[in-house]
DNA sequence: CCTATATAGATGCATTTGCATGTATATTTA
DNA sequence: TAAATATACATGCAAATGCATCTATATAGG
């Protein structure tokens, strides 16, 4: 579980939760289950692509001209590396992005969204913007978002984006 | 989107997101990724079977020996019906619950958990509640474990549970 | 009572996912 | 620099999932 660096002794307690604990946990799924479903069935419902896609459009496109590797989209979008492959696969074949042979590796690919692909993000987000609005925006205050955002931020590990 | 019941003319404006409310729903999606992960690997692990199946045997063990219907099970854990059909079937197969012919309706199965299927669960839990405590209970103090709670079920709609 | 419709549950088929492994190139080490 | 190891990405195969549809029974309407 960690080096221990001296003799001590270590003894975990690892207990079991309160009531309260638990229905927060339930809740976090519930929460996360029906936003997720009702963004994604939005999508569908418009004859988009799922959400995934939406995901690896904007990574790519913040990462402009010189494109991503597929290793560092597999990082940022925390996929494992064959969802990333394929993912990139079916986007690619739907010409929404292209792979290029990296020139400094000869193993690698450099993954670039094209134009159309920078369309199709922006028309993904008229209805997916909205629908965060839906879930989230309008069912909390502003200070209740702010409140929300930093206990969620405390069950998150690393990098807090 | 809702019966309108006068001659008035509604008309929405469902505006985008400020960053705030996008970054808490993009916190929830890594927080319940995150602490999923944790969960199911912690089940696959010690050899468990994942937690849909104990979610499956803990309601149907509430239900105690009138055992519930498939329909029931669908609605309670929010399955699709053919999910449960099979979620049925396979923890059937390793004769954690039996399916006997419902009295009442011919078309219907009562599915009730056996003992075997109660001593499962249990040993889940040993593995499962624990887990729950070090993904929100041991990250937030009582108070903070309230208002998460309380928050996320403004996100809920429907039965608060 | 007979017909039409609704509900409970199962299942065939196509798609998706996960795991393990394969191929190719890069890096390290001796 | 040759051999061993690590990294990047692809892919075969099995299991899981989603959709549509099927069978069987129940209920409603004439």
Redesign the pocket.
């Known amino acids: 579980m960690f080096a221990c660096q001296c003799k001590c002794i270590y003894i975990f307690f690892m207990t079991y939760p309160t009531d309260e604990t638990v229905q927060t946990w339930i809740r976090l799924i519930r929460a996360y289950n029906q936003s997720m479903s009702e963004i994604e069935q939005a999508l569908s419902d418009s004859d988009f692509p799922p959400l995934s896609w939406y995901d690896m459009l904007l990574e790519l496109e913040r990462a402009g001209n010189k494109g991503l590797?597929?290793?560092e989209l597999?990082r940022a979008l925390l996929l494992?590396?064959?969802?990333v492959?394929?993912l990139?696969?079916k986007i690619e074949k739907k010409q929404y992005l292209k792979?290029e042979a990296?020139k400094d590796?000869?193993?690698?690919?450099v993954i670039i969204i094209t134009e159309k692909g920078k369309d199709l993000r922006q028309r993904m987000w008229h209805i997916y913007g909205p629908k965060i609005e839906a879930v989230i925006g309008q069912k909390l205050s502003p200070e209740e978002c702010r409140e929300l955002n930093s206990l969620l931020g405390n069950l998150i590990s690393e990098p807090h984006n």
Chains 1, 2 share one sequence.
Not at 80 to 83: A, G, L, N, T, V
Not at 105 to 109: L, P
């Open positions: 590797r597929q290793y597999e494992k590396q064959y969802s492959s394929r990139v696969e792979r990296s590796d000869g193993r690698g690919k």
